[in-house]
């Protein structure tokens, strides 16, 4: 994440490094211990600086909004702000598909690499607290939220397609089962899709 | 493993331990490159006993089956043979609420515990041949037969029940996802029943 974070950094000061990478270890630090600590929304950015023994706003300035620090401390190789982006412009009776598809995109593109490693190192012994509030507070929040109908269903409705997606994750790209490892989008979507929509928008009580 | 087939053995010897640990190890490690090397099929009991430098017939003293050998090559901490009669008996038009309910009653088993732990080093950074061969030429095998209709279409419906299995397996004993990781057999039938039954006599081409 350190690789991330300069680029981020050094973009907005025309390419020179960070002076205290120090300063910035210790932020990343913080910022681990408080999201997993008390999750996403109760981690002010005001008590990571203060854990770090910064202030806010060289938080701020390293690191941008919470939401990059959250993806900057949990290792995240690829920025999930433009896929959250297509997904929330994805009309509901699309929207398995449009969540398959381009999550998918991000698997696969070439930053995927660094996705499966990170969620390796989560499932070989890392910390599920952050894992669980990435999907909660992060890659899920939006969709729970236009899916919440009858009202109180929309968190298994989202958590329901969480094991699904990362079910195929993990066949495609760490057992590397086939056929579904190399199953193109189209059947992924076809084989999915239909799924995921269910999850979403369908009935969930017994038929 | 060496628990389990410590016990395998001294059952059938009167509780006695077996004399030589050397021996037994030699075998584990010789399977374990053999299965992972040419997979299930090929990797004939003969050719391990030949590899750990061992007579056959000492292979299946210590070890019963070849599949018995698989299960405590790959660690696997449950013996899948009751799981998969129970899955067999199973009538085909309720299969995906049949292989859910033996699926959880494994997991949710006091055995579970290592069942997971074993998954975990396995994606951790374990061989992934290894888990292929497991899933395919035994936990699989038997319903793949079974669902194989339109014919050809058995490897792709038993691969997809495996991503969701898997998936559900790690959110509710990895990642702790709630309400994933509390909810009853009963609920979990309710959600996910209708999926796999759709994967294994459903029609898989987009409506």
Redesign the interface.
Known sequence: MTTRATSRSGTSRSGRRPGNSGTREAIIEAARQRFSEVGFDKASVRSIAAKAGVDSALVHHYFGTKQDLFVAAVAIPIDPTPVLRHIAGTPLDRLGEGLIRNILGAWDSPAGVGLVAAF??????GD?AL??TF??DIALRGVRERVDSPPGSG??RV??V???????L??RK???????ASMSHDDL????A??LQ??LTGT????
């Open positions: 390796r190192s989560v499932v070989g012994g599920p894992i669980r999907l909660l968190l298994e958590t329901a969480a094991t699904q997606m990362l079910g195929i993990v066949m760490i057992v590397e089962l086939e056929p579904i979507v076809r084989v999915f239909p799924t269910r999850y969930l009580t017994s038929p």
